[in-house]
Nanobody, 124 residues
Framework: QVQLVESGGGLVQAGVSLRLSCAAS????????VGWFRQAPGKERESVAA????????YYADSVKGRFTISRDTAKRTVYLQMNSLKPEDTAIYYC?????????????????WGQGTQVTVSS
């Protein structure tokens, strides 16, 4: 079993930065992919970024390439999402998810574990 806890969300103005954290506990993460997803009101949950626990390979959705950076600290068992140049359209609940043996860019249905989410609101 894996537990995921997100933190770092908040209300910010457009153009600033935020860093989200996803702290993991439970079984070993070897072979896992950890992803960030977001869900805006009235929209489907969409993939934002993902990182492989071993090797640190990354994936980004086109909408965040060049602005967001995903990273992981294996010693702290934490995955980060650095979000720069935030836009109002980035407003959403951001979720961390983990799954074993996934390809980067795997859809949300293939992830096994989810956090409770953290709200990010970007005002114009």
């Amino acid at each position: 079993q894996v537990q995921l806890v997100e933190s770092g969300g908040g209300l910010v103005q457009a153009g600033v930065s935020l860093r989200l954290s996803c702290a993991a506990s439970g079984r070993t993460f070897s072979g896992y992919v950890v992803g960030w997803f977001r869900q805006a009101p009235g929209k489907e949950r969409e993939s934002v970024a993902a990182v492989s626990w071993l090797g640190g390979r990354t994936y980004y959705a086109d909408s965040v390439k060049g602005r967001f950076t995903i990273s992981r600290d294996t010693a702290k068992r934490t995955v980060y999402l650095q979000m720069n140049s935030l836009k109002p359209e980035d407003t959403a609940i951001y979720y961390c998810a983990a799954g074993a043996g996934l390809r980067l860019g795997a859809p949300k249905g293939e992830y096994d574990y989810w956090g409770q989410g953290t709200q990010v609101t970007v005002s114009s």
